[in-house]
């Protein structure tokens, strides 16, 4: 399978834990986005990495919320002290220069 | 502040049928425009590409038309199917990310 993956597909956590998700965008795609959509909305932009440098953060994303993408392949997004509010899913995409984006399956989180 | 609206936010309609989703967005300096089906509990899935210079695009069963001026964009299904009940959401890009801006979607349920 050539498209985007995320892991793990469900995370339940306690309110206060820390949780990581992976993403793995198609190999030959440089560019790399991290969304979050909530029942009923669209996704909504969190950031970006072009290769290994982050080039945007959207103001959704507090000081709680880190992202890496190291070597500028696969992407971790952490998050610390989770909250309720954090419960959503968490979608990863990829694209090359300007064109299409393809979506991974997303991470569903649920915070107790 | 770009903004994207979708329109109706769910519809209902027998299978044979043709129907029209509609998007608008509010600023036209956009780069292009896609849009996307989502299951329930799912990723998103890409069906059409309309880049800025263009005014449609056709892929099966669906066309999607694009006039910036007016910051529109339809999605048109032809002859429907109950395999088709998804929702369909419309994004725009624009900026040196070309970070996408959602709509809510449109849940279209097609009966049998």
């Known amino acids: 399978d050539t498209g985007v993956s995320q892991d793990p597909r469900h995370k339940i956590t306690k309110r206060g834990q820390n949780v990581t998700f992976r993403c793995d965008p198609i190999s030959e795609h440089n560019r790399l986005y991290w969304y979050r959509q909530t029942l009923g909305q669209g996704p909504e932009f969190l950031t970006y990495f072009q290769n290994e440098a982050q080039l945007e953060k959207s103001r959704l994303l507090s000081d709680r919320f880190s992202a890496e993408r190291p070597k500028g392949s696969f992407s971790t997004l952490e998050i610390q002290r989770t909250e309720q509010g954090d419960s959503a899913m968490y979608l990863c995409?990829?694209?090359?220069?300007?064109?299409?984006?393809?979506f991974g399956p997303g991470t569903r989180l649920t915070v107790l | 502040k770009q903004e994207v609206t979708q329109i109706p936010a769910a519809l209902s309609v027998p299978e044979g049928e043709n129907l029209v989703l509609n998007c608008s967005f509010t600023?036209?300096?956009?780069?292009?425009l896609q849009w996307f089906r989502q299951d329930p509990g799912k990723g998103l899935t890409s069906l059409l590409l309309i880049q800025s210079s263009q005014r449609e695009q056709t892929s099966g069963r669906l066309n999607a038309s694009l006039d910036k001026s007016s910051g529109r964009s339809t999605l048109y299904i032809a002859a429907s199917q109950p395999g088709d009940s998804a929702t369909y959401l419309c994004?725009?890009?624009?900026?040196?990310?070309?970070?996408?801006?959602f709509g809510t979607g449109t849940l279209l349920a097609v009966q049998p």
């Open positions: 994004a725009v890009t624009g900026g040196a990310t070309n970070k996408l801006i």
């Open positions: 600023d036209s300096a956009i780069y292009n």
């Open positions: 995409a990829s694209s090359s220069f300007a064109s299409e984006q393809f």
